[in-house]
């Protein structure tokens, strides 16, 4: 390669720190979730100052720019659709202190999520966003795609815990967003436009994060359900009972199974739903709490509730949720991951359309996830080597996408739009609400340069990824 | 006058509904801030395809648009500083319901707050968020500038508790932004965008707003200090001894002799200042936590610790924090009102300086507020019509900004920029954080002819409004 941006890259980093060799631009090109683009430079940065380098560099000669955490995203967030140069946030993890006076932490772009929560717990404190992905993911990666996580359901997802940002913009100028306090109406909330904007509007190289105080004592129920629907009404009444579990999570009978075939921890594979659900608090209210859901679950219909009675038997079944993104995919090679959300009531008409959607197109659809607040997440299992298999799974998710906007829900709850859900934004925003968003995308970054081809369709995307991934 | 816009909205409108005269311009001249503007004209709209017409006449005719609900904001945020067109958004009170299942409210703009939350409470619920002023400001002024609250200290702002709004958009297109799930990750976040944008970047038509459910149970407590610097240590250590009451309210030695002298309810006139503490959860939570926090108290120096018996003995101390504001302009007839935010470790030194502020420049300062999250409301009780004291009083408040910025703190922790802070933006937020704020409205309001004045400074607005307000 003789480019002149990538001259320009290698004359200010050298050309040890510009890798383009085949080995190395491989590894940053897939993520968690489908397709696969190989960039054609990736550097590794430890500051900001490096990445306002590569921002100039990339403006001057109209390439585009794709910032990476850890790369488990399933939504494409990270993927170089459009080639160019990849930066590897992952590696500048070394910053991170917790000011417990202040409840806030202060985060490098690459410290994964779970390091920060275990730094918070020295003071008594927790970080509570929780994706499944949290001991691999970056903190940078989750802010990026605003990630959610069981605890979701009570403590709110990524952006409920954000507060200020150090952010390079798309043209590389250094900007802070928020600051230290808990609350700020200084301006307008460029905080909470960054989180969330996949990668689009400027790359976060500093976090403010809350913190709060670790409730003291926490209790996991499993309701057994010979329905999937009743099961979601169980998780109405609950919801509308003055109750607010951490946790309600959702797994299918075809979850329970790929689990129990995974790794068998004796979950009931009969049943057509289980839901675990964890109260945490006060000891006295959270044991009477449990009280009052166990009596809901069995008045709605639940044919057995176990409430394990040690930390061990807990965990155990807290793994079993975790384990069914890699269980199902042992039965095929692909999985499909959605992540369609719902308002809380419409639960049961979103679990009827996805089983018509299932038998409609014969797909083996799988549904699991964070119930509680309407985030289900059916994932289609097969095998993207299988043309004809593809083409009835791209029409079941076409139709996943508008079941949920039907029922008054949105296209994603917590995994983002990437590449895939990028044709289907005007059908829940409309023309004028779409446009909104460009303007904003264009007034930050007017040549284009970063996360291109993410969440707005362009001529390289305009159909879904699914049949040419 | 025989304006074409003019003309224009009242071939549209018919003459009667658009108010020319004096009598009734004025009433729309001021709010609870410092200044009066006088409007050209005021329309008071029902529907939202009246709100697009006029913005439609506006963007043709580049008038100015002040979109307004009850004038109760306290930093400018409806005041017509250009003249032009008011919009009365208050008259559209009628939409309001009550969604039990989802955990949601849909209200339209001119609803009052506390309604929201009286309709709420039927079920159960609450809407948390309790700005002073709840019983007269509309839900769509709250929104507009984020409003908080004493709730705010553990259930957030008005911001947390928006899901989805629909807006008319400056150039007069009907967008609708988030929806009706609690979680949300498609695109960018333009609901937080514009929540707090006040009123600069859409006008709201609808809100859909998240409920909670209501505490079973609440208790007051008062602790009595001869020292406000460690009534503020105090606050630090309840809050990192993983505790969170529902609010920490701060009266300094002036706010309480003020109310004593205004309504006297036997308040401790010799105290430097009291806290007003409010527990809310479940009972026996509640009981063990209020006996934890009068132990802290007691150790970091309270000289006393007051916990009220019986309901009216706490509503009584709960009307004496909100009659901190009108008890003190009894004193002085002009109350300029900050709420320069720190982070919580700083509440104390942010304390010392304001002493200091106070004895430098001779002002009438009196500290109160929600000093649980930071956010105190130092005010400067003043005589507008005294110049000499009013260019005190100016340089005051500039220090008292600078103050706050240079502990890690903001200009505004929950009233807005409006028209009075907009010269400090920059030294909050440096030149290029301003910039992407400005490259938003400007991609949004081509014309400038929403709430223009607001925020930015323009030409009209380059220094502190008050010695010409």
């Known amino acids: ?29 897939f993520d968690a979730s489908f397709g696969s683009f190989v960039p054609e430079a990736v550097i590794q940065v430890y500051t900001k100052e490096e990445i306002v380098k590569i921002l100039k560099v ?125 609350k700020n109406v200084t301006g307008y909330d460029l905080t909470k436009l960054i989180v969330g904007s996949e990668g689009t509007l400027g790359i976060i190289t500093e976090a403010v994060l809350k913190i709060i105080p670790k409730p003291q004592f926490s209790k996991t129920m499993m309701a057994v359900f010979d329905s999937v629907v009743t099961s979601g009404e169980a998780i109405s009444k609950v919801l509308t009972s003055g109750l607010l579990p951490a946790k309600i999570e959702l797994m299918d009978q075809a979850s329970i199974e790929a689990v129990e075939n995974f790794k068998p921890i004796g979950l009931p594979v009969n049943a057509e739903a289980i839901l675990l659900i964890e109260v945490d608090g006060h000891e006295e209210t959270v044991n009477e709490e449990v009280n009052q859901i166990h009596g809901i679950l069995n008045e709605l219909g639940a044919t057995d509730v176990v409430i394990p009675e040690t930390k061990e038997e807990e965990q155990h079944l807290w793994m079993a949720r975790k384990l069914v993104s890699p269980a199902i995919t042992r039965v095929k090679p692909t999985k499909v991951s959605e992540d369609a959300t719902v308002p809380r009531s419409q639960i049961p008409q979103m679990i009827e359309k996805l089983n018509a959607i299932k038998e409609k197109y014969h797909v083996n659809l799988v549904v699991f996830g964070h119930a509680g607040d309407g985030n289900l997440h059916p994932n289609i299992i097969c095998d993207k080597r299988d043309k004809e298999e593809m083409i009835r799974v791209e029409k079941a998710v076409a139709e996943i996408f508008e079941a949920a906007v039907s029922l008054g829900g949105t296209l994603s709850g917590e995994h983002g739009i990437g590449t895939m859900k990028a044709p289907f934004m005007e059908m829940e925003l409309g023309k004028a609400g779409l446009d909104m968003m460009k303007r904003i995308k264009k007034a930050w970054d007017p040549n284009d340069i970063l996360n291109p081809g993410k969440i707005f369709t362009s001529d390289q995307n305009n159909e879904l990824v699914l049949s040419h991934g």
Chains 1, 2 share one sequence.
């Open 1 to 29: 390669m003789s480019k002149d941006w990538l001259n320009a890259l290698q004359s200010q980093f050298g050309n040890d720190r510009v890798m383009t060799e085949t080995k190395d631009t491989h590894s940053y090109s």
């Open 58 to 182: 990339a403006n001057e000669y109209a390439v585009p720019v794709y910032p990476r955490g850890q790369g488990t995203s399933l939504s494409g967030g990270p993927l170089p659709v459009k080639g160019g140069i990849v930066i590897d946030m992952a590696q500048w993890d070394n910053d991170l202190k917790v000011y417990p006076e202040d409840l806030i932490v202060v985060a490098s772009p690459g410290v994964k999520t779970s390091a920060i929560n275990e730094a918070a717990g020295k003071y008594g404190l927790m970080y509570p966003p929780d994706p499944s992905s949290s001991h691999v993911s970056t903190i940078g990666g989750n802010l990026a795609e605003n990630s959610g996580g069981p605890r979701g359901l009570k403590y709110g997802v990524t952006k409920d815990y954000v507060i200020g940002l150090e952010v390079v913009t798309p043209e590389g100028e250094i900007i802070r967003t928020g600051g230290k306090t808990i």
